[in-house]
């Protein structure tokens, strides 16, 4: 069965800091891969998906990036941090995108100080 | 613009009652509409819905789809305590497009 991890599952970091999350998932292959960000008591907004190694796409502008350097494996990143920056970050994968449901991992806690 | 609306943002009842959940929406190219659950942490899958008027059925849960209309409903029957969570609905095109979820609390 197909298992989801993501790390750290909460941080605190000061603003200007750099940020690196990390997910990954076992037990499928070239699976489709998203990140979320949901602001307190809100719905989640898509920032970045993935088809494949390398390819990102971005839905909103920001100062967060991400990448693909293997098929299973999806990184968030900034460089410098901002207070707007907090919030519960979301990994999902699904088997194809569009079609399918998708699943997320257990998220990380993310507060900007 | 996509807009995807969820009613009542948030809803008390007592274990045994009955409730239901609305999801109004505005997505183009819209393939299928999907239920979450969230607890504590990550959204749990629940139901996708592609067809209108099929109800699609699990355990106390239920939910429906109306494309002409554009919304859906769940229905959540014999509430309990460990229904209390925030329920999401997603339309999906080419990508999941969240409502802001209705967060039920069921009292004992």
């Known amino acids: 069965s197909q298992t989801i991890h993501q790390w750290p599952a909460t941080l605190v970091q000061p603003v200007g800091s750099p940020l690196s999350l990390e997910c990954t998932v076992e037990g499928t292959s070239n699976p489709n891969l998203y990140w979320y960000r949901q602001a307190a008591g809100r719905g989640l907004q898509l920032l970045f998906y993935s088809v494949g190694i390398g390819q990102i796409s971005s839905e909103v502008p920001q100062n967060l990036s991400a990448s693909r350097p293997q098929d299973r494996q999806f990184i968030l990143s900034s460089k410098k941090l901002l207070l707007s920056d907090s919030g519960f970050y979301l990994c999902?994968?699904?088997?194809?995108?569009?079609?399918?449901?998708?699943?997320f991992g257990p998220g990380t806690r993310l507060t900007v100080t | 613009e996509d807009k995807v609306v969820q009613s009542p943002l948030s809803l008390v009842v007592h274990e045994g009652d009955t409730v239901t959940l609305n999801c109004s929406y505005e997505v183009t190219n819209f393939r299928s509409l999907l239920w979450y659950k969230q607890e504590k942490k990550a959204p749990t899958f629940l139901f996708m819905l592609t067809s209108s008027g099929i109800e699609k059925k699990s355990g106390r849960l239920s939910s429906i789809l109306d494309k002409k209309e554009l919304f859906s409903i769940l229905n959540i029957t014999a509430t309990q305590t460990g229904d209390s969570a925030i329920y999401l609905c997603?339309?999906?095109?080419?990508?999941?497009?969240f409502g802001a979820g209705t967060r039920l609390t069921v009292k004992p």
């Open positions: 999902a994968w699904s088997r194809d995108r569009g079609y399918y449901e998708q699943y």
């Open positions: 997603a339309p999906l095109d080419n990508d999941m497009r």
